[in-house]
């Protein structure tokens, strides 16, 4: 079996794909019709030689992903509700950044949500973990056990929060897409036609999904954060802040290795996140699978080197 360079994650009613060069993001809008958009897309490690180098290229990933990540959401969303709603206006203070920074409003709106989610998710899973761990110090001694204990913690918090998010009809509806096009990109790296025949008999897990990129971080953050010991915990924020990006970087580098082989070691080691990805993923039905194709179809067009 090949694999492709392909890859791609579910939007708003809908599957985006992105290639080495280009995107596509296609829609079932509300009256029934897949829309595509396609449009250029260079990842950050391919327009400055020193962002390809290892580890850094893995940072500069994760930020092209949650960049282009909240982009397709939104686009998604004014895809599938076009016509229905009224124009999303920007606020006063958004248009007032837009002028200061000369950017556009939507990309100004677009900056501050991913802002916000990063410091949500520092809040969530890195500081309230080692500040709940913090509080046995008095009775554990040894630092390798409390920051066992914190990673302990922090995977926990991000089951709960996969587990309840699951409980969202939306959120549902999205993760049906998210199977969508897991099973798309199989169906194209067994080097089938790509029609919903072909594809609904595959999995809907993949080796090489975001989710198990996002496991790798919490595994790798118990073994980088343990260097650090266990002061204070302003040592500890600011030890587990500056250490965030190398940690990115390594599960980069871990995901795209296990991604290109098949030896049993490799098989072992990405089994928990194939695992986790039966709760953000569903079956889709066959409107869904169609446009996952669509877009597949949609960025493949534009690439002349899909293939790893």
């Known amino acids: 079996m090949r694999k492709t360079k392909i890859g791609g994650q579910a939007v708003i009613e809908g599957v985006m794909m992105k290639g080495p060069h280009s995107m596509a ?7 029934g019709e897949i829309e595509v958009v396609k449009k250029p897309s260079v990842p950050l490690s391919k327009r400055h030689s020193m ?12 930020i092209d992903s949650l960049v282009t990540g909240m982009t397709s959401l939104t686009d998604s969303a004014k895809m599938y509700g076009e016509g229905m709603e009224e124009e ?14 000369g950017m556009n409003p939507d990309d100004v709106a677009i900056t501050f949500a991913v802002i916000i989610a990063v410091v949500m998710a520092v809040l969530f899973f890195v500081l309230l973990p080692t500040y709940a761990a913090g509080l046995l110090h008095r009775f554990i001694a040894s630092s390798v056990v409390l920051n066992l204990i914190e990673g302990g913690i922090r995977i926990g918090l991000f089951l709960l929060y996969l587990v309840l998010i699951t409980r969202m009809k939306d959120i549902q509806r999205v993760f049906e897409y998210h199977g969508a096009e897991h099973k798309v990109i199989h169906c194209f790296e067994h080097e089938e036609e790509l029609t919903v025949e072909n594809a609904r008999k595959y999995t809907t897990l993949h080796p090489r999904c975001g989710t198990n990129f996002l496991l790798l971080v919490l595994l790798v953050s118990i073994v980088l954060f343990s260097f650090l010991g266990w002061g204070n915990i302003l040592w500890r924020t600011v030890g587990r802040l500056l250490l965030l990006p190398v ?14 082989s098949d030896s049993l070691i490799v098989r072992i080691i990405r089994w928990p996140g194939l695992m986790l990805q039966k709760l953000t993923t569903r079956q889709p ?3 869904q699978l169609e446009v996952a194709i669509a877009a597949f179809n949609g960025v493949a067009e534009g690439e002349d080197d899909i293939w790893m």
Do not use: C, M, N
């Open 285 to 287: 039905d066959d409107q």
């Open 247 to 260: 940690v990115a970087g390594v599960a980069y580098e871990l995901l795209r290795w296990a991604g290109s």
């Open 51 to 62: 962002l390809s180098l290892p580890i850094i290229r893995g940072i500069a990933s994760f």
């Open 25 to 31: 993001i296609a829609v079932r809008k509300s009256d």
């Open 88 to 101: 999303y206006k920007p606020s006063r203070f958004e248009r007032f950044l837009s002028e200061k920074l």
